[in-house]
Every structure is written in structure tokens, then in C-alpha cells.
T-cell receptor, first 114, second 110 residues
Framework: DSGVTQTPKHLITATGQRVTLRCSPR?????VYWYQQSLDQGLQFLIQ???????AKGNILERFSAQQFPDLHSELNLSSLELGDSALYFC?????????????FGSGTRLTVV | KNEVEQSPQNLTAQEGEFITINCSYS?????LHWLQQHPGGGIVSLFM???GKKKHGRLIATINIQEKHSSLHITASHPRDSAVYIC????????????FGKGTKLSVKP
């Protein structure tokens, strides 16, 4: 158990649909990061939350949104899904923001859009 | 050009061989990370470096900040070391998000 829990592990859905991916950070970690890993692009940063507030934004599409709740779990919402959104979505957590520290990664959610 | 470049992209070795994976980056960083991703997909953090050298078991990671280069070495490689090794950097002054290399796929044959 890595300490970061992501659900679901696998998700198959049709184009045009909306899905929600969930992440519970390692106990005590306040920062949550979402990353997308596709075959051709590698790992790309999507968005970061720290203690409930958005702190940094990467290559996140407007169709995607995220939030971090008071209990520190985070959800990534993907809407109007396209075939190209098929990827592994990782969540990572860390204790702080802006400092140098290790990260703990979840096992990922594999999204397949058909 | 990618901000983080890794070489080689693919590496096949015989069990027991000494392995080196290289990472070069073009941005100012505050830390560099080496990650391991197994075929099942999960990512494990191996090292975080801001200077010098770190060792954990058969794994050694070094960084040269002036040359913007890092290496990951595996001594006495074993088939269970087969995985994708990913170099990632945290840009200096950033909140914490990582910029990743495309990874090196290592296969160690018995």
C-alpha cells in the first residue's frame, strides 16, 4: 500500500460521457497533484491543490476540473470525453508545497474511452 | 526540445550487469527525482537529489548541477529490476509539480 489511494483502478466509458476520478492522499500530506500519462506524451502535470486551494495548473483541458475537499481527498472530473483522453491518470501527494520533498504516487486510474 | 531528456530510451541487459541511465535537463531546478514504474503501472519514488550522490541498496543516483545532468546506476542487475525508470525535475521556485522525462525501459534477462 503506497499510502495514496486512487479509485477506480479501471474505467471504460463512451465518448461524450463524464467521469470522476478519486484520490485520497497519504496521511498527513496536504498537497495533491494530478498527472496524465499517455503513450505518446509521457507524464504530464494537470493540476495541484494544497490544503483545499488550487496552487498550480498545467496542461489541463477546460473540459477537466478538479477540487480538494476539507478531508483532503481530491477528485478529478473529466467531461465530454474524447478518444484521446484515454490514458493513465495518476495522483501524487506530498507534505507541503514549494519545498523540496519526496512524493508518494497512487497506483493510477486507467481510463479507456470507446 | 523537451526540458528533460533521458537516454537510452530502451535498454536490455544480462543479469549481473552494471547499468547506467542518463538524464539531462535544461531548466533551473531545486530537485531531481528518479522514479520507477513497473509493468502494472504503479510509480515508486526511488531518489530525490539536489546535489551529490545517494545510494540505496544496489541503486546509486548522482547529480551534477553545473552540467545539468544526473545518472542512475544499478549494480548487479536482476530481472526484477525490469521496469521503466523516469527522471523528473522540480523547477526552482515552482509550487512542486514535476516535469518528466519520457522514461527508460529496462529489461534484464536471466
Amino acid at each position: 500500500d503506497s499510502g495514496v489511494t486512487q479509485t477506480p483502478k479501471h474505467l471504460i466509458t463512451a465518448t461524450g460521457q463524464r467521469v470522476t476520478l478519486r484520490c485520497s492522499p497519504r496521511s498527513g500530506d496536504l498537497s495533491v497533484y494530478w498527472y496524465q500519462q499517455s503513450l505518446d506524451q509521457g507524464l504530464q502535470f494537470l493540476i495541484q491543490y494544497y490544503n483545499g486551494e488550487e496552487r498550480a495548473k498545467g496542461n489541463i483541458l477546460e473540459r477537466f476540473s478538479a477540487q480538494q475537499f476539507p478531508d483532503l481527498h481530491s477528485e478529478l472530473n473529466l467531461s465530454s470525453l474524447e478518444l484521446g483522453d484515454s490514458a493513465l491518470y495518476f495522483c501524487a501527494s506530498s507534505p507541503w508545497t514549494g519545498r523540496d520533498y519526496g512524493y508518494t504516487f497512487g497506483s493510477g486510474t486507467r481510463l479507456t474511452v470507446v | 526540445k523537451n526540458e528533460v531528456e533521458q537516454s537510452p530510451q530502451n535498454l536490455t541487459a544480462q543479469e549481473g550487469e552494471f547499468i547506467t541511465i542518463n538524464c539531462s535537463y535544461s531548466v533551473g531546478i531545486s530537485a531531481l527525482h528518479w522514479l520507477q514504474q513497473h509493468p502494472g503501472g504503479g510509480i515508486v519514488s526511488l531518489f530525490m537529489l539536489s546535489s551529490g550522490k545517494k545510494k540505496h541498496g544496489r541503486l546509486i543516483a548522482t547529480i551534477n548541477i553545473q552540467e545539468k545532468h544526473s545518472s542512475l546506476h544499478i549494480t548487479a542487475s536482476h530481472p526484477r529490476d525490469s521496469a521503466v525508470y523516469i527522471c523528473a525535475v522540480k523547477r526552482g521556485g515552482s509550487q512542486g509539480n514535476l516535469i518528466f522525462g519520457k522514461g527508460t525501459k529496462l529489461s534484464v534477462k536471466p
